[in-house]
């Protein structure tokens, strides 16, 4: 089963991203995606 989880940036906080991800894993999902806030590539962490 998957849920739905949003992105944010670790810099400025920001939620840029929805993806899914497998509802089993219980740590948080962290990606490395381009913020058009910041404007480059940053660290994504998983919120609530």
Do not use: D
Request: charged content about 30%.
């Amino acid at each position: 089963m998957k849920r739905k989880v949003a992105l944010a940036c670790a810099i400025c906080s920001n939620r840029n991203y929805a993806t899914s991800k497998n509802a089993s894993v219980s740590e948080r999902l962290e990606m490395q995606k381009y913020c058009k806030i910041c404007g480059k590539h940053t660290l994504h962490r998983e919120t609530k």
